[in-house]
């Protein structure tokens, strides 16, 4: 299809329509980028995958896809040697980690039978319990390092906590000594 018969049929207007419905902006910007198929065969495939998902929204709830973001920024940035990631990027990571197990929590034979296609689709995702575990080891919900990220920063917050504590010490005697001097 054209871009003038697009145009007349106003169908960016109704993508973005459509793309309201979203549930992260990840499928908002899958909705965007939609274009018309010209095989008969793709229409009516994509047709009964829609479908399905939609029956099974129906019945089952919403799918658990709230914390679905991009993360191909986030890789980019981290693929040259020596990059890596901030815990705030981890905790967006996370999220999508968490989405996949809950997709896949779904899964029961029962599900598999009524949607077929979706249930293929999700059994495709990959295994996430490895680096959701680690990551839930080194961060919080905030997105700040655990002290259990590893045994040397266990060791330089234990030293910090009783630096601080022997300085607050410290400061509690002299003022206290000053006190006492001020009211002999």
Same mark, same amino acid.
């Given at each position: 299809?054209? =871009? +003038?018969?697009? *145009?007349? #049929?106003?169908?960016?207007?109704?993508?973005?329509?459509?793309?309201?419905? %979203?549930?992260?902006?990840?499928?908002?910007?899958?909705?965007?980028?939609?274009?018309?198929? =010209?095989?008969?065969?793709?229409?009516?495939?994509?047709?009964?995958?829609?479908?399905?998902?939609?029956?099974?929204?129906?019945?089952?709830? !919403? #799918?658990?896809?709230?914390?679905?973001?991009? #993360?191909?920024?986030?890789?980019?940035? %981290?693929?040259? $040697?020596?990059?890596?990631?901030?815990?705030?990027?981890?905790?967006?990571?996370?999220?999508?980690?968490?989405? +996949?197990?809950?997709?896949?929590?779904?899964?029961?034979? =029962?599900? *598999?039978? %009524?949607?077929?296609? +979706? %249930?293929? !689709?999700?059994?495709?995702?990959?295994?996430?319990?490895?680096?959701?575990?680690?990551? *839930?080891?080194?961060?919080? $919900? /905030?997105?700040?390092?655990?002290?259990?990220?590893?045994?040397?920063?266990?060791?330089?917050? !234990?030293?910090? /906590?009783?630096? /601080?504590?022997? =300085?607050?010490?410290?400061?509690?005697?002299?003022?206290?000594?000053?006190?006492?001097?001020?009211?002999?």
């Amino acid at each position: 299809m054209d =871009a +003038t018969t697009l *145009e007349t #049929l106003e169908y960016g207007a109704v993508l973005k329509e459509i793309a309201a419905f %979203a549930s992260n902006p990840l499928g908002e910007a899958g909705v965007l980028k939609t274009r018309p198929f =010209a095989s008969l065969q793709k229409i009516e495939e994509t047709f009964r995958e829609f479908k399905e998902v939609r029956d099974c929204v129906l019945e089952t709830g !919403k #799918l658990p896809l709230s914390g679905v973001v991009d #993360l191909a920024p986030l890789f980019a940035r %981290a693929e040259p $040697e020596g990059a890596y990631l901030l815990p705030e990027d981890l905790v967006v990571v996370k999220g999508n980690l968490e989405a +996949t197990v809950a997709l896949k929590a779904l899964i029961t034979p =029962a599900f *598999e039978r %009524a949607y077929q296609r +979706t %249930a293929e !689709k999700i059994n495709s995702l990959s295994e996430v319990s490895f680096p959701l575990s680690e990551i *839930e080891r080194t961060i919080d $919900e /905030r997105g700040d390092i655990r002290d259990s990220a590893s045994a040397e920063l266990r060791r330089i917050r !234990k030293e910090i /906590r009783a630096g /601080r504590e022997r =300085a607050r010490s410290i400061i509690e005697a002299v003022s206290t000594d000053k006190k006492t001097k001020e009211i002999l």
